[in-house]
């Protein structure tokens, strides 16, 4: 028989049933002794938990804050419409608006004017139209002079971020 060739060992589950091989968590060669882990402890999970609840707090503050972004890029979308929609009315009313016919200031109730003529009409329906969709606090200033005018649309735009209470966009146009 030669000293130096192994026997080969039976399975581990035989050699524990015959009484062979090391028991279970017995050192072999002086290693500690091997700890099973069977699941995670309650400091593990708090701190997973605490980790997860972070995560979605900073998702839905920039959910909110997207959501107050778009509405502030649809409300000056919106302004931009309404300067240009008054635009076309004064170019079909292009002698009365180069007479400053459309001249019209931003009042602190922005009043409408009476409704004597066309100008007056398509003035009262573009402040209108300006209020509904951006507010009460909605106004609108026109101004021409020598076939330049001037508009702008002023509204409330606080809840934006960086917003101002008295947002303003202005457009110029060669009539």
């Not at 030669?2 to 072999?28: F, K, Q, V």
């Not at 069977?38 to 995560?55: C, H, K, N, Y």
Request: glycine share 10%.
């Amino acid at each position: 028989m030669n000293p130096t060739a192994r026997t080969p060992s039976p399975p581990l589950g035989e050699a524990r049933r015959l009484g062979g091989g090391p028991p279970l968590g017995a050192r072999l060669c002086g290693a500690a002794p091997a700890k099973r882990q069977r699941g995670a402890s309650l400091i593990e999970v708090l701190v997973a938990v605490l980790i997860l609840t972070i995560g979605i707090l900073g998702m839905l503050g920039l959910q909110a804050a997207s959501l107050r972004n778009s509405q502030s890029a649809n409300e000056r979308s919106i302004a931009a419409i309404a300067t240009h929609a008054i635009i076309d009315a004064m170019r079909a009313n292009r002698t009365v608006a180069l007479d400053g016919g459309y001249n019209f200031a931003i009042t602190p109730q922005c009043t409408p004017r009476q409704d004597n003529n066309q100008s007056d009409r398509d003035i009262n329906a573009w402040i209108t139209n300006l209020q509904t969709e951006l507010g009460s606090s909605a106004c609108g200033n026109i101004n021409c002079l020598q076939g330049t005018c001037t508009i702008q649309v002023q509204w409330n735009d606080e809840r934006a971020t960086d917003g101002d209470a008295n947002f303003t966009i202005e457009t110029q146009v060669r009539l």
